[in-house]
């Protein structure tokens, strides 16, 4: 569930990946507002490497990989806002 903090929306987020740099993701996916007509989209968090990442790959690989993902993801989180054009708070 999303909640407000300060004036921005804050949405938890967990993920649990069989394949891939890391077993399980939990991090906050953070909306804020900025001058109009912009806002700033952000996620911090944390991930456990998973054991197919650990036996493969050096430390710096797995990070690239991780930050790969998340980047796409936070992208498609922007795409679908700005294609909704929805205002929050309403």
Same mark, same amino acid.
């Given at each position: 569930?999303?909640?407000?903090?300060?004036?921005?929306?804050?949405?938890?987020?967990?993920?649990?990946?069989?394949?891939?740099?890391?077993?399980?993701?939990?991090?906050?996916?953070?909306?804020? $507002?900025?001058?109009? $007509?912009?806002?700033?989209?952000?996620?911090? @968090?944390?991930?456990?490497?998973?054991?197919?990442?650990?036996? @493969? @790959?050096?430390?710096?690989?797995?990070?690239?990989?991780?930050?790969?993902?998340?980047?796409?993801?936070?992208?498609?989180?922007?795409?679908?806002?700005?294609? @909704?054009?929805?205002?929050?708070? $309403?």
């Amino acid at each position: 569930e999303a909640r407000l903090i300060d004036r921005g929306v804050v949405v938890d987020l967990r993920c649990v990946a069989t394949t891939g740099p890391f077993a399980t993701l939990d991090a906050d996916v953070r909306l804020e $507002p900025m001058p109009p $007509p912009r806002s700033h989209l952000s996620l911090s @968090g944390s991930y456990e490497p998973s054991l197919s990442a650990a036996d @493969g @790959g050096d430390a710096v690989t797995q990070q690239h990989s991780t930050e790969s993902r998340v980047r796409r993801f936070l992208v498609g989180v922007a795409v679908t806002l700005e294609s @909704g054009r929805a205002e929050f708070p $309403p």
